[in-house]
């Protein structure tokens, strides 16, 4: 009844196709909630998104450097003819924390019920400029690991990375030029404690250019003794 009573004075709309939702729905409508294009990553070891990012990993790997497959995943594929771009645009641009929260928690569950992300201890969110996060208000990274932190049983951590100076969007920038951009801007501040599995939390995967900078700190910091994953709340499709 209190939640009929709020709609009627506060009309809430469905993220997606703007229709007025009704009182058993949450951010989306019944018919964009039933489109939802969920990835299924989660549920893979091995899936285009990690195995892009090992990609990565190994063309940057030093010679006889070891390397563990680093699991990742997405909960969303992210294309720029969708509409469904306007659920983690809605968290970064248009301060929906608490849609990101409602979407990072499904995300969560559904991690917790693959098995090979039940060693997660740590949960590290990809850390905004000072500057950007005070303007912005809040980091949409950590937004999205605290619900994952939530639902793996891990421990959030927002002090263990830092970004050294401002960087250009990433927006309009290629591949390359988003690696240059990133390089050796994340710092670290200090060092999880007894972690065994860290994993890199970030908004939205497009060529892992950031989440690749965050992991290099980490890595050279900890050494090879821990491994690291990444997930995001949507992942480019390609």
């Not at 995300?107 to 992300?117: D, N, S, T, V």
């Not at 240059?180 to 710092?187: A, D, E």
């Amino acid at each position: 009844m209190i939640r009929e009573l709020l709609d009627l004075l506060m009309p809430r709309e469905c993220l997606v196709c703007g229709r007025q939702l009704g009182a058993q729905e949450e951010q989306l409508c019944i018919w964009c909630a039933e489109d939802l294009p969920y990835t299924f990553y989660w549920e893979q070891t091995h899936n285009p998104m990690a195995n892009q990012f090992n990609a990565l990993l190994e063309r940057y790997r030093q010679p006889g450097e070891p390397m563990e497959y680093a699991y990742a995943a997405a909960l969303l594929f992210y294309h720029h003819e969708n509409p469904y771009k306007l659920i983690p645009k809605a968290l970064k641009y248009g301060s929906r924390l608490s849609a990101g929260r409602y979407f990072a928690a499904d995300f969560g569950k559904k991690m917790a019920a693959a098995p090979h992300w039940a060693s997660v201890d740590t949960v590290i969110p990809v850390p905004l400029h000072r500057w950007r996060r005070f303007r912005r208000g809040y980091n949409q990274a950590e937004v999205i690991a605290g619900e994952l932190s939530r639902a793996l049983g891990a421990t959030l951590r927002t002090d263990v990375l830092s970004r050294a100076r401002r960087t250009r969007s990433q927006t309009r920038l290629d591949a390359q030029e988003r690696l240059k951009n990133v390089s050796g801007v994340f710092r670290l501040r200090r060092a999880p404690l007894q972690a065994r599995h860290i994993l890199l939390v970030d908004d939205t995967f497009t060529t892992g250019a950031t989440l690749f900078a965050c992991y290099n700190a980490l890595r050279s910091a900890l050494g090879h003794s821990v491994r690291i994953s990444i997930a995001t709340l949507a992942v480019v499709e390609a």
